[in-house]
């Protein structure tokens, strides 16, 4: 199979992304024929050397970047069917699916996703709707609410609100009042907790609205849970599913609890401290609330007509044991300590067979978007 790995991007998980990739490059079948497309932070594309492949497979301690290669720069092609997509250097890059190791801004967010759809290449993940309405965590919560399934408590603020200075004071009055400190203020469509900070007093809370602000339009404040953090990983398809085809039935894998040693699960914590938290599979709940758990997982996976693959985040309230929804990531982290692949691998589907289980999923839901009119 003509592999496509698309990996860098145009946003503050651009690192991130690099990380994801390479261990996928490790941990794909070597039956696969992979090209790599590299997006520069300013987001150009480029098709990346077959030799950067094969050391990144070869040497554990190489390390992704983006080769920003003029003559090898990627032009993307609508209309002339999938072998003919990625143009670069005077010929077209094999393609029969692409995994888009992306995450945030411009890769999880719907925006490439839907460049594939109109490209027609087959591609895994969640689809253009899917994939907005999770990267827009105010959109994720009133269709999760919607579906029944409880999220926490929160304000949802944007820069035309603020732009007005007596309209601020009033609903940063009316947040607090409402939902009261410690507060939890983040960014609504940015990832890896960029931007997000915790406020216990007003002029944190200050602080934290600045600092969101320059991620993102739209603001979340949100009550601060005393809430031990759970994950669930899921894969499958939730609008054409067929028990004839077991990648696309929907499985809930973990779930999985972490324990920051930080305040919060914040971006050091995941990526910059090697012990910045503590991964429990499965987590130490009793078999009943696990169950609960996978299939809230699956109901809001659903509710945003999910497919090919998502990590689904809860908090369970500490004093009262209530299991609130928190978000979903369509592109979770792929590195070697992620989360995604461990609940997976815990359930039995190690690395290399997750990965060749979206490919799959991918074309399987390709194939079925191909089967439907378009015209008359």
Not at 19 to 47: M, T
Not at 53 to 74: I, K, T, Y
Not at 98 to 119: C, I, K, R, S, W
């Amino acid at each position: 199979m003509n592999v496509v790995l698309l990996y860098g991007g145009k946003s503050g998980e651009h690192e991130i992304s690099l990380l994801s990739c390479a261990s996928v490059i490790r941990n794909i079948s070597a039956a696969h024929n992979v090209s790599l497309i590299s997006i520069s932070k300013d987001g150009k594309w480029y098709l990346e050397d077959s030799s950067v492949f094969e050391e990144v497979r070869s040497n554990p301690g190489a390390a992704l970047c983006v080769h920003e290669d003029e003559s090898r720069e990627v032009k993307v092609s609508f209309g002339q069917g999938k072998d003919r997509v990625f143009f670069s250097g005077g010929s077209y890059i094999p393609c029969d699916v692409v995994f888009p190791v992306l995450h945030g801004t411009y890769g999880e967010d719907g925006t490439v996703q839907g460049v594939f759809e109109m490209a027609g290449v087959p591609f895994a993940g969640c689809g253009t709707l899917a994939s907005a309405a999770a990267m827009d965590k105010e959109t994720a919560k009133i269709l999760l609410k919607s579906a029944g399934i409880p999220v926490v408590p929160y304000v949802c603020l944007t820069r035309a609100q603020i732009n007005s200075s007596s309209l601020y004071d009033s609903l940063i009055d009316n947040a607090v009042e409402t939902l009261g400190f410690p507060l939890f203020v983040k960014p609504c469509a940015a990832g890896s907790s960029d931007g997000a900070s915790l406020a216990r007093n007003r002029k944190e809370l200050s602080f934290a609205l600045m600092e969101a602000f320059t991620w993102d339009n739209k603001v979340l404040i949100e009550k601060a849970v005393d809430a031990r953090e759970v994950e669930c990983s899921v894969t499958g398809n939730s609008v054409t599913a067929h028990p004839d085809s077991s990648c696309t039935v929907l499985k809930a894998y973990g779930p999985g609890e972490i324990v920051p040693t930080h305040d919060f699960y914040d971006y050091d914590a995941k990526y910059n401290d090697p012990d910045g938290a503590e991964l429990k599979i499965p987590a130490d709940f009793p078999a009943e609330t696990l169950e609960q758990i996978r299939e809230t997982a699956k109901k809001a996976y659903s509710a945003l007509n999910s497919s090919g693959f998502a990590r689904v985040d809860f908090f369970v309230d500490r004093s009262t044991g209530e299991i609130y929804l928190n978000e979903i990531n369509t592109i979770p982290g792929f590195t070697k300590i992620s989360m995604f692949p461990k609940m997976c691998e815990a359930d039995g589907l190690d690395y290399s067979s997750l990965i060749d289980y979206l490919l799959e999923e991918g074309i399987e839901n390709f194939n079925a978007r191909q089967s439907l009119c378009t015209s008359r």
